[in-house]
């Protein structure tokens, strides 16, 4: 069940309703879980920002071959074109973000942020007060659409980047506060971000 879920809101409630089970129940499930590192929670990111932001987490699997084979996207068409498609590939880029902190000893500092105006970004990245901020979608052609909660919560932040990770061939810029890339620039980013060479 959580499977089909994976980048979504993780709701307690709901999946205690749909098993029969306690929500307390519910919580240890996933706390054991999360301390196996079969999944991460991404908590909502709302410091300092003055506004209403919902504060559930949302569930991605660190693995993602996992998540896909349980949720029964079993092979390559259904995978890229499927209905999950979408989400599995945010699972897929959010889970090698974590491991990209995690194998360097730093507890990966990643939050989603969504407002009560349903405005919403999938990845926020805070490190020594800098911040990335990621949008990521499968399309390989990036819209300028495709960035609008990216240019709406970059106004939010300071000292800030805001990219669409995507399956894009080369970058394009989408406005002037995003930039379309492929999803393998984001380990090059992201070891710029960490070395200060921001």
């Keep these: 069940m959580i499977a089909a879920r994976c ?3 993780l709701k307690y409630q709901d999946l205690a309703k749909e098993l029969g089970v306690s929500n307390l129940t519910i919580q ?3 706390n054991l879980l999360e301390r196996s590192q079969i999944i991460s ?3 909502p990111y709302y410091k300092n920002l003055g506004k209403r932001i919902v504060k559930s987490p949302k569930l991605y699997f660190l693995d ?3 998540v896909s ?3 029964g996207n079993s092979n390559q068409d259904i995978i890229q074109n499927g209905p999950m498609s979408g989400a599995l590939f945010e699972n897929f880029v959010i889970a090698e973000i974590f491991k990209f902190f995690s194998n360097r000893g730093i507890k990966p500092p990643l939050y989603h942020f969504r407002d009560s105006q349903r405005v919403e970004v999938d990845l926020v990245i805070e490190y020594e007060n800098r911040y990335l901020l990621f949008e990521i979608k499968s399309t390989m052609s990036p819209k300028n ?3 609008s909660g990216l240019n709406k919560v970059s ?3 300071t000292n800030t980047k805001s990219y669409l990770v995507c399956n894009t061939k080369e ?3 989408l406005s002037s506060e995003t930039i379309a890339v492929n999803w393998l620039e984001i380990f090059s980013i992201l070891g710029n971000f960490i070395s200060n060479d921001f």
């Design 64 to 66: 993602t071959g996992l």
């Design 69 to 71: 084979y349980l949720s």
């Design 7 to 9: 980048g979504q809101e």
């Design 171 to 173: 970058q394009a810029p």
């Design 41 to 43: 929670l991404l908590q």
């Design 145 to 147: 659409n495709h960035a």
């Design 155 to 157: 106004k939010l932040f």
């Design 28 to 30: 240890s499930w996933i």
